[in-house]
């Protein structure tokens, strides 16, 4: 069998990536222009790495890893991700990728490695086992058909508006919020309630101009930052 080969990516493989990863799990459509904003628009100090991996000169597979500064993170914890063309798919070779990735990951020094994996990916699952990644965290993931309760959620939605208005909070985007600093506030804000989420990884310190990066990712291309919505109370502030 031929052997893969593996070539760093540059920005102008962000399409070419996007394309892979979305063949390698269709479900989930990955945008090649909110990939290229990602690749453009990097964490600062993050350490990200990327190859096109190739079989006979043709792309079947887009292998990339990435972990935060080493001085808020001494471990290194790294994201390794591995997504071969479903028409490629077969176990070993699979298998072959990840170990491949994942030595290059440690290599670089890191000491704790996260992989994803849905469970309608056996293959993909059994490679990982085949590497020694263990399962530790089960997420799920619903879909809402608005078709079928879109209405009804509108009226709900209104419902809640109104008896939140009258507990003194007010549901408005962020181009209506007038307040000073608002973007400022909406950073602290996601900085503090993050530590919430429960994670197998710390969750780093994300500065200013990256959450503003990743607030134009959220809102792109569909809904500006200017609709994003936001709620303030003229009665309150801090936590309860």
Known sequence: MTEPTFRPTTL???????????????????????????WAHPRQDWT??????????????????????????????????VALDRSRLEVDLLTDLWRWATEQ???????MLEAYAAEDEPEMLEALGRVGYGRDRLEKVWELDL???????????EQERAQAERAGYELTTVARWDAQMRF??????DSLTRKDIPTTFPILPETFENFMD????????????????????GTRRGRD
Request: charged fraction near 20%; include cysteine.
């Open 147 to 157: 078709g079928l309760h879109g209405a009804r959620l509108v009226g709900e939605a």
């Open 105 to 111: 990951a440690t290599a670089g020094g890191s000491q």
């Open 12 to 38: 102008d493989d962000s399409e070419l990536a996007a394309d892979l990863m979305t063949a390698a799990y269709p479900a989930f459509v990955v945008d090649p222009v909110l990939t290229r904003y990602r």
């Open 214 to 233: 990743r607030l134009i990712q959220t809102t792109t291309p569909r809904t500006p930052p200017c609709c994003t919505s936001t709620s303030a109370s």
């Open 184 to 189: 400022e506030a909406l950073h602290s804000l």
């Open 48 to 81: 990200y790495v990327g190859f096109i991996t190739e079989m006979s000169r043709k792309p079947i597979a887009f292998v990339h890893w990435m972990h935060g500064p080493p001085e808020q993170d001494p471990q290194r914890h790294c994201e390794v991700v």
